[in-house]
């Protein structure tokens, strides 16, 4: 077996010093990345609304090895925020990263924003009037008699005070243009406020009775007689 000489150990050692560094620092190598991440809200309790304007994403930067960044999908990465037990009212919560599920080999240096500040209201429910749509005109010499919801009234639900402040539903417009006849459809009804919802049905049938124009005119000046048998008549004119 030939030993290797003083220097050509030497060199050799030093060699696998220098791959043994390499893989050190190399292993070391960090890079980052800034993504939006949505907000989960978990436990709501069921008889709390949220309103305002939600935050329904922050932005998460995150550090791993290169290779881990590039490969990254951001659909595994959300923010969680538990509510259970929560109760009416402004609620300020602050986001941790422990708070953040990301894939093993990544770490949450950074959340913008931190502090997010929810606002919760009791549902609440009532009983509104549907108000009917109809567009266009007649033909000429009818007129619209008279319009009509079948359901007259729907039930809608939400936070209480948009709930309190809702008088009335609308419905899909109703065309009665060039009609000589009553006109019904079945029409989607919609709700001004997009935090409120409806409860059971959402269509109802909306009908305009479509009759001949009835006109009053006033005559000045008529005699009026009686005939067939005496009748007393006041007044005369």
């Known amino acids: 077996m030939k030993v290797l000489s003083g220097d050509t150990a030497l060199r050799l050692a030093s060699l696998a010093l220098a791959v043994g560094l ?3 620092i190399a292993g070391r190598q960090t890079a980052e990345r800034g ?53 009416e009212g402004e609620r300020i919560v602050q986001l941790a990263p422990d708070q953040i599920q990301a894939p093993q080999g ?37 007129e619209v008699a008279e319009i009509t919801s079948e359901p007259a009234e729907v039930r809608v639900a939400g936070p209480r005070s948009r ?20 006109a019904a459809q079945l029409v989607n009804v919609g ?18 009775v479509v009759s001949e124009t009835r006109e009053t005119r006033r005559f000045e000046g008529l005699r009026v007689e009686a005939r067939g048998r005496p ?6 004119r």
């Open 22 to 24: 390499w893989f050190v």
């Open 231 to 236: 009748a007393r008549l006041s007044p005369l």
């Open 106 to 142: 990544f770490r949450v240096i950074k959340i913008t924003p931190s502090l997010l500040t929810l606002n919760l209201e009791r549902t609440m429910r009532k009983t509104i009037p549907v108000r009917p749509r109809v567009i266009g005109r007649p033909a000429p010499g009818f």
């Open 35 to 87: 993504l939006p991440v949505p907000v989960e809200l978990r436990n709501v309790p069921r008889d709390l609304e949220l309103t305002g304007d939600a935050v329904n994403t922050v932005d998460v930067r995150v550090r791993a090895s290169p290779g881990l960044i590039n490969s990254l999908d951001a659909g595994t990465i959300r923010a969680t925020i538990d509510l259970a037990g929560a109760e």
């Open 163 to 182: 709930v309190q402040e809702i008088e009335s539903a609308f419905t899909e417009p109703v065309s009665v243009e060039g009609a000589e006849t009553t």
């Open 191 to 208: 709700l001004e406020d997009p935090l409120l919802r409806l409860e059971g049905g959402s269509r109802v049938r909306v009908t305009a």
